[in-house]
RNA sequence: AUAGCAGAUUGGUCUGUCGCUUCGCUUAUGGCGGGGAGGAAAGUCCGGGCAACGCAGAGUACCAUACUUCCUAACGGGAAGCUGUUCGUGAGAGCAGAUGAGUGUAACAGAAAAUAACCGCUCCGACUUGUCGGAGUAAGGGUGAAAAGGCGAGGUAAAAGCUCACCGGUAUUAUUGGCAACAAUAGUAGCCGUACACAUUAUGGGUUGCAAGAUCAUGUACACCGACGCAUGUAGGAUUACUCGUCCGAUGUCGGGGGGUAGAUUGCUUGAGGUAAAUGGUGACAUUUAUCCCAGAUAAAUGACAGACACAGUACGUAAGUAUUGACAGAACCCGGCUUAUAAAUCUGCUAUUUUU
């Protein structure tokens, strides 16, 4: 009875993910853990990792081999040199993590198949202010790129 | 009704789905329930609390403040008043306000900007008889933000607070009112300019800020201690002129252990606290009673999407309505202020104008 109530709510909203498959046991969740923290880390993701830019996101990646905790931490960042009001920056870091949340799955299963270590950070490079719509494309397409990236370089 | 002035308040609401953070409960990699941005959270401009360091005492410099009384933990803040001045028809608003003994400055214009004589007026002298020289004079002249109190009478060669009446202003005395700044009335004095700066006086100011400070502590390198190992206690060092002797003793392993990096915990949210009522006060505010617990993140949560409704504006439309837009802005130790940004709405008191009764 659960199970049905929750699979009917999922498909009122399934145009979120019209270019991705359901799986009912991923949870759209991002909690602190997978939050990218410390200064070491982070320093390290911006020195040895591949970047590429899908506008108005800057894309920065790391692969790494398996360790402890979890697979793949993210980080969101928007310069203040671009927008002086924090009310825009927070919103900006809003809308991206929630693009995040929600199309993350398909690179979470292929980093858990292939048992690596994934850090990512997501730069935003534009002076104007984009709305979720725009930020969603664009998140989903720096997300193929880099499941592409993993998936022919193993 | 329209326009405006002053003060105060609000800063959309609800539902669904997927999340984030924190607290509690629980059958615990989960589930359920509660809390989760602002009036300015902003600027970091003042004043406190709190913390670390510094500190016999005094003076100087520097900075800030400066009418009166009150409020407050405190303030450079606020309340109620006083005086002058500017703006406004007005309700009101802005600015200034310790001292005046001393010193300096006052552009341009103007003869002259403060012990004023350019023109003019009056008198005297000289002679070439309309000029020169001397003296007196602030009544008249244009300039200027400001021209040596105003006006009338007396007075004089011509004039002048030179004298007098009235008026204005300053200082001072008395009385009355007021806690006071001050106001009113009466008298006295000399006859009296303004603004700014310097200067002087009084009061206050130690420095740095929660990334303060406290606790725990993996790894790496290292001070120190113990045991073992190596060696004829070795290489070497100290004592000594030199030798002996005595003392110390590198490098290795294990353990203890100090400081403390990454990181974690704490500081951290119950407080000069909020809300309501009553009382006192013109008011800022205070007192009493009742009641409530109301963010605590740390590469930094408080969100996204969809729908409905309300309000306001804009466009189209005769209208019904349709479309579209919604202000400034995000806690970072906590309070009290100030300043700046702000779509729109509401309430209270008051002013001006017009109309009606």
Not at 62 to 84: A, L, Q, Y
Request: with cysteine; hydrophobic share 40%; aromatic share 12%.
């Amino acid at each position: 009875m659960l199970l049905t109530n929750y699979s009917e709510s999922i498909e009122e909203f399934s145009y979120f993910w019209d270019s991705f498959f359901i799986r009912m046991n991923h949870q759209f969740t991002l909690p602190k853990k997978e939050h990218l923290c410390g200064e070491i880390r982070i320093s390290k993701l911006f020195t040895e990792g591949k970047a590429f830019i899908v506008y108005p996101i800057r894309v920065v990646y790391r692969i790494d081999e398996k360790s402890d905790g979890e697979p793949v931490k993210m980080m969101v960042s928007v310069p203040k040199k671009r927008f002086k009001r924090a009310v825009k920056r927070n919103r900006l870091k809003r809308l991206m993590r929630e693009a995040y949340r929600l199309n993350k799955a398909q690179l979470l299963d292929i980093i858990q198949l292939k048992t690596l270590n994934l850090q990512i950070a997501f730069n935003y490079v534009s002076n104007d202010e984009a709305d979720y719509g725009l930020i969603e494309s664009k998140m989903i397409a720096a997300l193929k790129r880099i499941t592409d990236n993993i998936e022919s370089k193993v």
